[in-house]
């Protein structure tokens, strides 16, 4: 006889990872940054103890957080990935009978958190336009309502939810509701009319926002991401978190990070530039997509996506198919740019 496994759990699909690329082929399937770490990042890594449990508390990282952002200590979390926080606001806030509330397609983490947190989620379809339909988001909020996750840009349409749509928006939500703001891709936004979190902490009491180190400053590989909010809410995070699970290595590699950010605009320059190359050759093509505000673009394929992923593979670009909704793309090495959109050309004419 098998053991008992709670029924949920069985039946989740485990998380998918971006697909690996062939030696010939260029990875643009997870949102990484191509660029090498900063050396002084790659220092930081190099004199990190090892054989001593990390400070839990992440004391030193959060001091340069809070002084960033103008927040207390209290008012700053860091967490293995900020996916690890959105598991956590999950844990602190729901259980069996609330409802998690988000946009979708959106980050594929968030269903199975929601399952493991024993809550039900709540989804409601994305705008045509890519971006999260909060009118009827705030329409779909219920007396079981506990968490609601908006993600700004969007994985994977990389469209934005403006400042005054995220107004219009916190002023419908009851201020018993937490709002996690996931801005995973902010530091890659371009819009002056998207939201930017950080500032509206200190109006909005139910608000949390989410960042993180893997994406815009490379460090996906060591795993570290930060809240900011209010200190009790934080105060719960700290609380459902496996404790010391966040490594030294990363707490020192994220400071040195935040020491060199020039070095990390730079990057950010260039990788936009990038993307907005793939945009406008893509939309001389004919393709209609989302405005680009995060580090990887969406190819609205609908019924051809996987006919289109072959085409995609074909040309040496490996990117994450959503069959069939569509393919995200992240923008990568500078060589990929006329790879993707030879590929993408080829899937215009011939599909
Ligand atoms: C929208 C969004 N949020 C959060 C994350 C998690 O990032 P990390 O756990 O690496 O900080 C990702 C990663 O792909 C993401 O796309």
Redesign the pocket.
């Known amino acids: 006889m098998p053991v008992h496994l709670r029924p949920a759990i069985a039946a989740l699909q485990p998380y998918r990872q971006g697909r690996p690329a062939p030696a010939d082929s260029f990875k643009l399937s997870?949102?990484e940054n191509p660029f090498p770490p900063v050396p002084a990042v790659a220092e930081a890594i190099a004199a990190s103890a090892v054989t001593r449990y990390p400070d839990a508390s992440a004391a030193g990282l959060r001091a340069r957080l809070a002084e960033r952002f103008g927040v207390t200590v209290d008012e700053v979390h860091v967490g293995a990935?900020?996916?690890?926080i959105?598991q956590q606001l999950a844990d602190a806030t729901s259980g069996p009978g609330d409802e998690i509330l988000y946009s979708w397609r959106s980050?594929e983490?968030y269903p199975g958190i929601v399952t493991v947190a024993g809550a039900t989620s709540v989804t409601v379809p994305n705008r045509a336009d890519g971006a999260h339909d909060l009118v009827a988001m705030a329409a779909a909020v219920t007396e079981r309502t506990r968490l609601i996750l908006v993600?700004s840009p969007n994985?994977p349409t990389s469209a934005v939810v403006t400042k005054a749509e995220f107004e219009e928006f916190m002023a419908a939500v009851p201020d018993t509701v937490l709002v996690a703001l996931?801005e995973?891709?902010r530091e890659f936004v371009t819009d002056p009319e998207a939201v930017d979190g950080a500032p509206l902490l200190e109006r909005y009491p139910n608000l949390v926002v989410?960042r993180?180190f893997?994406k815009a400053y490379g460090l996906?590989g060591l795993?570290i991401?930060y809240a900011l909010g209010p200190a009790y809410v934080l105060d719960a995070c700290r609380s459902t978190a496996i404790p010391l699970s966040v490594t030294e290595s990363a707490q020192r590699a994220a400071i040195a990070a935040l020491d060199h950010e020039d070095d990390y605009r730079a990057q950010i320059a260039e990788l936009n530039a990038r993307r907005d190359r793939i945009r406008d050759g893509l939309r001389a093509q004919g393709w209609e997509l989302p405005d680009p505000q995060g580090n990887f673009v969406w190819l609205p394929t609908g019924a051809r996506t996987a006919d289109a992923a072959e085409v995609l593979t074909a040309h040496g670009i490996v990117a994450r198919v959503f069959p069939p909704e569509g393919i995200r793309v992240s923008v990568g090495e500078d060589e990929s740019v006329e790879r993707l959109l030879a590929a993408a050309e080829e899937v215009v004419r011939t599909l």
């Not at 990935?81 to 690890?84: F, L, M, P, W």
Request: hydrophobic share 35%.
């Open positions: 997870s949102n990935g900020s996916v690890s959105i980050f983490a993600c994985n996931d995973a891709y989410l993180t893997s996906a795993r991401g």
